[in-house]
């Protein structure tokens, strides 16, 4: 079928009682360009005013329902041919309306889904699609709302290719030589048998081909036919991580020589394999997974699904050390699925955060059974020619997981996805303190008779990851969970990595991932998943800050009214807080540490906590980093004492300010790579110099910013495409003339966009704010802000930047 984008001129409104507009419109509609998030540009609100999405949970961000409506033509020569809108995804429970006829919905705001519109359509004339998408109290985090991901329009014959109907798998791999399979399912809507000749050919990266197969086929009026066509590729070259070389699949259909109908995909041959002794084998070789658990928000831009967005995203990721993405708790949209096959990005795709238990009072729970199964093919039919796809999460943190039932539906769900795709394997992502919570009072009661021996969870209990810890290291989670575990290839565990060891013993063929932990303990669980060749990878929250879940990272400091840690920040608060990289793709202090624990970094890193909470006793929570920016610049606070961290792997590191030895402090791995320096602040340089057995390694400095401020622009790309999603992300600094980043210097920088684009977004990392990502002035955090423009057009962009004391600044786009 012929794919069509179907992202222009739409308009859109917050759904208004038909009732109310008797006597005239109540609320304009206001035209987009898809993908689009309705919800990020709603005013938030502090929880005493209206229904929000569960408080901080959505980032205070009001719920609501949101209509959609295009006006399109159909040319009379559609007729007697087959018409779909292929939607990516609709938060959510979505329904589609063609000329006022309902003609399909989907209640799980996350799988792509298909609406025949022929029955609906006037052919000759002007038509309309509406779309109707609800968001109420329905998710654990921020979701936006409406048509968020692509839509297309699908035309052809009555005799076609099914959309998503090619699916290639590698069948043997040895050597340089790969035998690979091409199915493809024909539909025969007419009332005749149609007999075909069905062409199939694999090519290179440059199009040329390098196997070929042609084959007939016979389909019977209103059925599929499946044809297989098996080809022999002699000099394969295989899709890695640091080689992620791809093929192309195009598949024609002719009759009697006259085209009917073609399509093609895209894949790359690559062996999987799985052991407890040898772990997870790509291509013959042992991979850990150095994974980040990232949601499904693009920052500025809410959830609007952008194909350049989601490239940035895994590019950046991957550029910090990251080899392995778990989206977290949804399928993963098609734009990241291709960047994450073209960069060398390996996937685990989820598919629900709920089954039948409900998590809020109104989510997908409501709907699961009956939908589950069409949502898991969704998934899989998405899938399953991406070569950085190699698991399947079945679930996130399901209460189920610790009852009989519970185990049966995993079981289901498990064979399900096996039926549809027997080449990746299935996880579930299994929360073992959450599995018992119906018996948690039991294991109380053992550790009353534990703590008046001298032992128990409070001596063991440092926070409150060590007490999810030790319920999950119970023998009660053992016994509860070992069947839902027994149906799973791979055993993903959230914060439970003192199972890791323990399982080793109790359950020797267990294969065990960490598919959530605590991104203060890389550390430890890195150490673990390298001793173990049954711990396949490590996934921490998160690998990117996300809007919702306010507040669950930030530093907090104890306090006689708050001793102990809040889990959720107040209103304004707007982010996790719990990111590697901050919400406009920069590295946090926990991002470099990473990339140290890795071994992917030999120079030390400096971290300086802000001095104004310099005495104050840290309370954050397990996924709270210390309260500090690599930043020398901290005017107002000359002579006072200050904190400098160090991360390294060396033996040890020397600090040195302006060329004053501050002395040397042991580091590395039995100093959980870190050391801290007490130091007066002077203003100047500040240089960490790493030593291995005596010899300097590597060494890094931070200066302070000084003199006056200016603004300064950089684009990610000077050239950027006019279609294909495209975006050009410009970030906005405050540096000294010697271009260090003036981090105490923040201020409003309003952001003009002419020419053949327009601000799509614009924002900070700033993790409390009640600035808009859809204004033209936003004040800068840290000494950074990011526009991001969308273009419009061919031409040039121009992006336009002043603020208070400095010059104007522009960056110029050219757009092809």
């Not at 062996?271 to 013959?284: H, M, T, V």
């Not at 990339?595 to 906590?609: C, D, M, N, Q, S």
Request: hydrophobic content about 40%; aromatic content about 8%; glycine content about 10%.
């Amino acid at each position: 079928m012929i794919r069509t984008s179907f992202n222009d001129d739409w308009q859109t409104r917050r759904k208004v009682n038909p009732f109310a507009e008797l006597s005239g419109p109540v609320a304009p509609f206001q035209p987009v360009t898809l993908p689009h998030d309705a919800m990020i540009g709603q005013d938030r609100v502090a929880p005493d005013g209206e229904v929000t999405m569960e408080g901080g949970a959505g980032a205070y961000f009001p719920s609501g329902v949101f209509e959609y409506r295009k006006a399109f033509f159909v040319p009379e020569d559609l007729r007697g041919k087959r018409v779909q809108f292929e939607f990516e995804g609709v938060y959510r429970d979505a329904t589609v309306h063609i000329n006022g006829d309902y003609a399909g919905q989907r209640p799980y705001g996350y799988s792509q889904f298909i609406v025949d519109a022929d029955p609906f359509l006037r052919y000759g004339a002007d038509n309309e699609i509406r779309v109707e998408a609800r968001a109420h109290q329905d998710s654990r985090w921020y979701t936006g709302a409406g048509i968020y991901r692509p839509v297309r329009m699908l035309t052809g014959g009555l005799v076609r290719i099914v959309p998503d109907g090619i699916r290639v798998t590698t069948l043997d791999v040895e050597g340089a030589r790969a035998v690979v399979e091409v199915a493809t399912r024909v539909r025969n809507d007419s009332i005749a048998i149609r007999t075909l000749d069905v062409a199939v050919n694999l090519r290179d990266a440059s199009g040329n081909t390098l196997a070929g197969d042609v084959t007939k086929v016979t389909v019977l009026p209103g059925e599929d036919a499946v044809v297989r066509s098996r080809l022999y590729v002699r000099e394969a070259r295989l899709w890695d991580v640091g080689n992620p070389h791809l093929y192309g699949c195009h598949v024609a259909l002719s009759s009697e020589g006259n085209p009917v109908d073609s399509d093609s995909v895209g894949f790359g041959i690559r062996s999987l394999r799985l052991d407890p002794e040898r772990g997870l084998r790509l291509n013959g070789r042992t991979v850990k997974l150095r994974g980040a658990c990232v949601h499904h928000d693009n920052g500025p831009l809410g959830t609007a699904t952008y194909a350049r967005a989601e490239e940035r995203r895994v590019q950046l990721l991957k550029d910090a050390g990251f080899n392995a993405i778990r989206m977290s708790h949804h399928p993963m949209s098609r734009a990241m699925l291709d960047a994450c096959d073209r960069l060398g990005m390996l996937v685990v795709d989820e598919t629900f955060d709920v089954w039948t238990s409900a998590k809020n009072g109104f989510d997908y729970s409501l709907h699961f059974p009956e939908w589950w199964e069409r949502d898991v093919e969704a998934m899989v039919a998405k899938d399953y020619n991406h070569p950085s796809v190699i698991m399947y999460s079945i679930g996130n943190e399901i209460p189920e997981t610790g009852s009989a039932v519970g185990a049966a539906w995993g079981r289901r769900l498990a064979e399900k996805v096996r039926s549809l795709d027997s080449t990746r394997y299935v996880t579930n992502a299994v929360n073992g303190f959450l599995a018992v919570m119906s018996e948690l009072a039991a294991l109380r009661a053992q550790q009353t008779q534990d703590s008046a021996a001298g032992g128990g969870i409070n001596s063991r209990m440092a926070d409150a990851g060590d007490m999810i810890n030790y319920v999950s290291a119970s023998d009660l989670v053992t016994r509860r969970t070992a069947e839902s575990f027994a149906v799973l290839d791979v055993a993903g565990m959230n914060y439970a990595e003192a199972r890791y060891a323990l399982d080793r013993e109790l359950f020797p063929n267990r294969i065990i991932l960490g598919t959530e932990t605590f991104p203060t303990r890389i550390d430890g669980n890195w150490k673990l998943v390298r001793e173990h060749g049954h711990v396949i990878g490590d996934f921490t929250w998160t690998g990117w800050d996300y809007i919702g879940e306010v507040g669950i990272g930030r530093p907090q400091f104890a306090t006689p009214e708050n001793p102990r840690p809040e889990h959720t920040a107040p209103f304004p608060q707007l982010l996790a807080g719990c990111g590697d990289i901050d919400i406009t793709g920069h590295r946090r202090p926990a991002s470099y540490y990473r990339e140290i624990v890795f071994g992917l970094r030999t120079e030390p890193y400096i971290a300086v906590r802000r001095p104004e909470n310099h005495g104050l006793t840290p309370i954050g929570g397990p996924w709270a980093w210390s309260d500090s920016l690599a930043s020398w610049t901290w005017p107002g606070w000359e002579g006072k004492p200050i904190t400098v961290e160090v991360y390294s792997d060396a033996d040890e590191v020397e600090l040195l300010g302006n060329g004053n030895s501050f002395g040397r402090r042991p580091v590395g791995a039995e100093h959980r790579f870190r050391t801290e320096f007490e130091v007066v602040y002077v203003p100047g340089e500040l240089v960490a110099v790493a030593y291995q057995n005596g010899v300097e390694t590597g060494r890094t400095s931070l200066r302070w910013a000084n003199g006056p401020v200016r603004l300064t622009a950089e684009a990610d790309r000077p050239v950027i495409r006019a279609t294909g999603g495209d975006l050009a992300y410009v970030t906005l600094t405050l540096t000294d003339t010697r271009g260090t980043v003036h981090t105490a210097a923040d201020r409003p920088v309003s952001v003009e966009v002419s020419g053949a684009g327009e601000l799509l977004g614009f924002g900070s990392a700033a993790p409390a704010s009640e600035e808009r990502f859809d204004a033209t002035e936003r004040h800068t955090y840290e000494g950074r802000v990011l526009a991001v423009v969308r273009p419009t057009g061919t031409g040039k962009i121009r992006v336009l930047a002043t603020a208070p004391g400095c010059e104007p600044i522009e960056a110029i786009l050219t757009v092809e």
